[in-house]
């Protein structure tokens, strides 16, 4: 097989067009090598090593979040990875070994907009009102929840997702507030203009909650936030929570969620994520559930599609607006242009993002 200098795996649709025009792009402003072999392909790493078994991986290669590395593969030189993902958990316990970054801006805006979506939703019990009209029942409606500056809304995460989250929570008129472990380095980086407040202090004030945390799952780390929305939290809030999740769905487990939504604690749950989502989707498609979080991301996705429940699910599609699309092409072939400024030695922007 032809040796490539970059391979661009799990590259579907508009991803893998965009990939090309912006290769071609920096080739035109003299960023990329005009002899630069470029392959784009939409098997993940282990599906295309299958079916090209004689095929040797460059030095730089891009992926999504399905791609396994083959352990040889990261043995010897250091390799370099761009996960074409805001999250790089599934990466994060290999950074020893290889250079990795991920896209930190690409999908911004459309993650926080989906964080909206889900607002209005929960807020306006969308599945009460969509039942209720097919009989043109008026007299009998849950009272919607108007967004106002009594509401309390505190986003978990305060970055650039949550950054944005915040400002459209705040310009939907809502007192907003936000949580973040780096909250002394951020304050000043978003020149005072977060309200910042403990954890502890959040569940007690909350009327909404969002969560846009990246997941860390390295164990020791301050930034470690596997389960950080325990029962035992939880469970602590205002009666008739509103609970959103948009990042991952390890942060917050389903089990608890529905839990408190059956006991009436939270009034309303948006998740564009899942724990363990490649588990998931194969149980979605027939596997049987064995574990507590599956079996309830079952039962809310179950409620949500009969309208029975105010609550809403989708397949971690937040960043799947199309501007993102194209800006997650653009931002993937700016770090391989990093990569290649600097000597093939490292990208300007790469994980650990935070330490300790």
Not at 92 to 110: I, K, P, W
Request: glycine share 6%.
């Amino acid at each position: 097989m032809e040796k490539y200098d970059i391979i661009h795996f799990e590259a579907l649709g508009a991803e893998a067009k965009h990939l090309e025009e912006e290769t071609i792009r920096g080739q035109r402003e003299n960023h990329l090598s005009k002899d630069l072999r470029s392959l784009v392909v939409p098997d993940t790493v282990q599906d295309f090593l299958k079916k090209n078994p004689d095929a040797v991986l460059p030095d730089i290669i891009t992926t999504k979040t399905h791609s396994v590395l083959p352990r040889d593969y990261l043995s010897g030189t250091k390799k370099n990875i761009v996960t074409r993902s805001a999250g790089y958990d599934h990466f994060e316990h290999l950074t020893d070994v290889a250079n990795f970054a991920s896209l930190r801006e690409y999908c911004v805006a459309a993650v926080a907009q989906t964080a909206m979506k889900f607002l209005y939703a929960t807020a306006g019990y969308l599945n009460h009102y969509t039942e209720n009209t097919r009989t043109f029942e008026r007299n009998k409606s849950i009272s919607f929840i108007e967004l106002t500056s009594d509401k309390v809304a505190t986003v978990f995460g305060l970055g650039k997702i949550g950054k944005k989250t915040y400002d459209l929570l705040a310009g939907n008129g809502l007192t907003t507030q936000g949580v973040d472990v780096r909250q002394n380095e951020l304050d000043t980086l978003y020149n005072h203009g977060v309200k910042f407040v403990s954890k502890e202090e959040a569940i007690e004030s909350s009327d909404i909650i969002v969560n846009t945390m990246n997941l860390t799952k390295t164990t020791g780390s301050r930034f470690f936030n596997v389960n950080y929305f325990p029962k035992e939290y939880l469970s602590q809030a205002k009666t008739g929570l509103l609970f959103i999740n948009v990042t991952r769905g390890e942060i917050a487990p389903e089990s608890v969620l529905l839990e408190l939504y059956d006991k009436k604690i939270i009034a309303g749950i948006g998740v564009d994520v899942f724990s363990e989502e490649n588990i998931f989707s194969k149980i979605v498609n027939g596997q049987v559930p064995e574990k507590a979080d599956h079996i309830a991301a079952m039962e809310m996705l179950e409620r949500s599609c009969s309208r029975s429940a105010n609550i809403y699910i989708q397949p971690h599609q937040a960043f799947n607006s199309d501007l993102a699309a194209i800006n997650k092409a653009r931002e993937a072939i700016r770090h391989v242009i990093a990569w290649y400024k600097n000597d093939k030695k490292r990208f300007d922007e790469q994980l650990p993002y935070y330490k300790g």
